[in-house]
């Protein structure tokens, strides 16, 4: 048994979207992506006022990965072209595969935009090998209550949404999510299975990492090792997961990623023509 450590810490970049404050840190200078996760934005914590616009993000399209929506607080209401449609509110998650291209929405409820209140998101980009890029589009919410809840001990405890057995997601790729709460003094051991890449970023609160700090708003790349002992002295709350590399080229533009320059082309010219569907 070997714990896994702190290679390198990438604080994430304040790039506010409108009035929506906006904090990135996957991509970052010196990070382009923690294979096969590619683009994290954390969105908030912040309080909209009552008669707000809500969130900024209307119809668009994508092909060639999942997005993974934490809904920290507030609530949140998912629309797209293939049917899928619900409102998801504070501790739940929507997860959507763009698969072969769908369009989408998520934007703040009627009731969000009239009342106001605290809003604060975690947004996920988990990339797709070229075998299961074109895969079907597919979407599916998941309230609060069934996401799988485990107490790890000493002040330690995980909400896992995917890649253990009693999740609600069943991920195409075997792709571990979680999000972990530490109480002041806490410390605990989470799965990192030896090969596999970790994503851990503090939401809130900082931890440390075999004697390395891993401060709020930052996200540490680790090495290998088949665990992670982790600890807070004042508290902490941590987007957190595993996975698999994929170890394929990677080609992005916008809201597209494939594998090649080539297949982004088609992809706008797929959307271009109609071929996503549209809301």
């Given at each position: 048994?070997?714990?896994?450590?702190?290679?390198?810490?990438?604080?994430?970049?304040?790039d506010?979207?409108?009035?929506?404050v906006?904090?990135?840190p996957?991509?970052?200078?010196g990070?382009s992506q923690?294979?096969?996760?590619?683009f994290?934005?954390?969105?908030?914590?912040?309080?909209?006022?009552?008669?707000?616009?809500?969130?900024?993000?209307?119809?668009?399209?994508?092909?060639?990965?999942?997005?993974?929506?934490?809904?920290?607080s507030?609530?949140?209401?998912?629309?797209?072209?293939?049917?899928?449609?619900?409102?998801?509110?504070?501790?739940?998650?929507q997860?959507m595969t763009?698969?072969?291209g769908?369009?989408?929405?998520?934007?703040?409820?009627?009731?969000?935009?009239?009342?106001?209140?605290?809003?604060?998101?975690?947004?996920?980009?988990?990339?797709?090998?070229?075998?299961?890029?074109?895969?079907d589009?597919a979407?599916?919410?998941?309230?609060?209550?069934?996401?799988?809840?485990?107490?790890l001990?000493?002040?330690?405890?995980?909400?896992?949404?995917?890649?253990?057995?009693?999740?609600?997601?069943?991920s195409l790729?075997?792709?571990?999510?979680a999000?972990?709460?530490?109480?002041?003094?806490?410390?605990?051991?989470?799965p990192?299975?030896?090969?596999?890449?970790?994503?851990f970023?503090?939401?809130?609160?900082s931890?440390?990492i075999?004697?390395s700090?891993?401060p709020?708003?930052?996200?540490?790349?680790?090495g290998?090792?088949?665990?992670?002992?982790?600890?807070?002295e004042?508290?902490?709350?941590?987007?957190?997961?595993?996975a698999?590399?994929?170890?394929?080229?990677?080609?992005?533009?916008?809201?597209?990623?494939?594998?090649?320059?080539?297949?982004?082309?088609?992809?706008?010219?797929?959307?271009q023509?109609?071929?996503?569907?549209?809301?």
């Amino acid at each position: 048994m070997s714990s896994r450590e702190v290679l390198s810490l990438h604080r994430a970049v304040r790039d506010d979207i409108q009035d929506l404050v906006t904090r990135r840190p996957l991509p970052g200078p010196g990070l382009s992506q923690v294979d096969p996760f590619l683009f994290l934005n954390h969105h908030g914590p912040q309080t909209y006022p009552p008669d707000n616009h809500g969130l900024p993000f209307g119809p668009h399209p994508h092909r060639g990965f999942e997005t993974v929506t934490f809904i920290l607080s507030g609530s949140l209401a998912h629309h797209d072209s293939g049917s899928g449609a619900s409102v998801v509110e504070a501790g739940g998650v929507q997860w959507m595969t763009a698969g072969s291209g769908l369009v989408h929405a998520e934007l703040s409820p009627e009731a969000f935009k009239r009342s106001g209140g605290p809003l604060e998101i975690l947004q996920l980009w988990v990339n797709l090998p070229a075998r299961v890029k074109m895969t079907d589009p597919a979407y599916v919410p998941v309230p609060a209550a069934d996401i799988l809840k485990e107490n790890l001990g000493d002040g330690v405890a995980m909400e896992v949404v995917s890649g253990i057995d009693g999740a609600p997601v069943r991920s195409l790729t075997d792709v571990m999510l979680a999000t972990v709460s530490i109480e002041p003094d806490g410390h605990a051991s989470l799965p990192a299975p030896r090969g596999r890449n970790v994503l851990f970023y503090t939401i809130e609160g900082s931890a440390e990492i075999g004697g390395s700090t891993v401060p709020e708003h930052t996200l540490a790349v680790l090495g290998d090792g088949d665990r992670v002992e982790v600890a807070s002295e004042g508290g902490a709350r941590i987007l957190y997961g595993h996975a698999d590399p994929i170890g394929e080229p990677v080609a992005a533009r916008g809201p597209f990623v494939m594998n090649t320059d080539a297949e982004i082309a088609e992809a706008i010219r797929d959307y271009q023509a109609g071929r996503f569907g549209g809301l």
